[in-house]
């Protein structure tokens, strides 16, 4: 099978980074249509890392590192939800 | 869920570049490893294009249009069947 490493750093990251944002934004939607854009939208800001694996479980060290490290996919989501609060969709 | 339109344009199109490419070079390996190599190095050279889909069924053509055309994938999976066939993993 073949796998996107950002994708699982996204899957990984969106709930802290949303919990995070969500401090200093009350109102912060994370309806499951709005985690969805977020998402998406962070992955087509992240360079694409596909990968062909047998492998289930991968360690998430091992995707941060994959994908240049954790700051980056954090800063993809950041920017992604101030963008789709502002313009939610749900 | 979300889902990255090249992703699916290189699923689509692999079994006929391969055939198309194997009819001047025989001997083209098609096993599933040399298979996925090609499909995830063509993936990495091609921009990401997430979206948020309910629908499990997408036209054929709705993809091609999302990636930029079908061209832009015939020439990414060329590439990538080039380089595997000379450096196969299997």
């Known amino acids: 099978m ?4 950002p994708e699982l750093a996204v899957q990984e990251l969106i709930d802290e980074v949303l919990k995070e944002y969500a401090q200093n934004n009350p109102h912060t939607c994370n309806c499951e249509r709005c985690k969805n854009d977020i998402m998406a939208l962070s992955l087509n800001n992240l360079p694409p890392k596909y990968v062909v694996t047998d492998h289930g479980n991968i360690l998430t060290k091992t995707i941060y590192d994959q994908v240049g490290g954790k700051a980056q996919v954090v800063a993809a989501l950041t920017a992604a939800i ?3 609060q502002k313009n939610p969709r749900h």
């Open 82 to 84: 101030q963008k789709v």
């Open 2 to 5: 073949i796998l996107n490493y």
